[in-house]
């Protein structure tokens, strides 16, 4: 392990892991969880995919269902903050961020990316979320007009380490991710 008083090399390493998760399946940061605020101010999460983080952007990305209650959520209020445990690292790192949607044209070539047996998680009949009468009582789609790509602009990450001693530092964009020492 690098210095542990060395802030860049902390935030290096939530990187590390975040980046990790978009190319490795079994990696933590592969599926974090994802929370949002409903329209009527109910608190929501689930757990999405990971697929995309860009350091230099300062962006991660995760693809949904443009019907998807999220989607409703973050055009009432676009931001929102993921949440990976590591515990091979034993890490955690939430990023708070804000959300842009991009659909149709604007999602570019990400569709064509997306594998054929995977496509069947993009539209539904009814929308998600609709009241069915029983467990199978909606049809998948696989419909491009209905894949939306989320790309959650990070303005902060909070990294905490569970290793002995406990270490916790806050990183903001608006301090050009210089980072600040918290107590655990």
Not at 9 to 16: C, H, K, N, S, T
Not at 59 to 88: F, I, Y
Not at 135 to 164: G, P
Request: a neutral charge; proline letters at 7%; charged letters at 25%.
């Amino acid at each position: 392990m690098s210095d542990p008083q060395d802030l860049a090399a902390f935030l290096d390493l939530g990187w590390q892991r975040l980046t990790r998760g978009v190319v490795d399946r079994h990696a933590a940061a592969r599926h974090p969880v994802f929370a949002t605020v409903s329209p009527e101010g109910a608190p929501e999460a689930r757990t999405v995919v990971l697929r995309g983080a860009s350091r230099r952007d300062g962006t991660v990305e995760v693809h949904t269902d443009g019907g998807s209650d999220k989607v409703t959520s973050l055009c009432a209020n676009p931001r929102a903050q993921l949440m990976v445990w590591d515990e091979k690292a034993k890490l955690q790192l939430r990023l708070s961020t804000r959300v842009s949607i991009h659909q149709g044209e604007d999602v570019g070539d990400r569709w064509q990316n997306v594998p054929d047996g995977s496509r069947i998680a993009y539209g539904a009949s009814p929308k998600p979320g609709t009241p069915i009468p029983n467990a199978h009582a909606y049809t998948k789609l696989a419909s491009r007009d209905w894949f939306t790509v989320l790309i959650c602009q990070i303005e902060s990450i909070e990294l905490m380490q569970l290793i002995d001693p406990h270490r916790r530092a806050v990183f903001s964009a608006d301090d050009n991710w210089t980072g600040e020492w918290r107590v655990p």
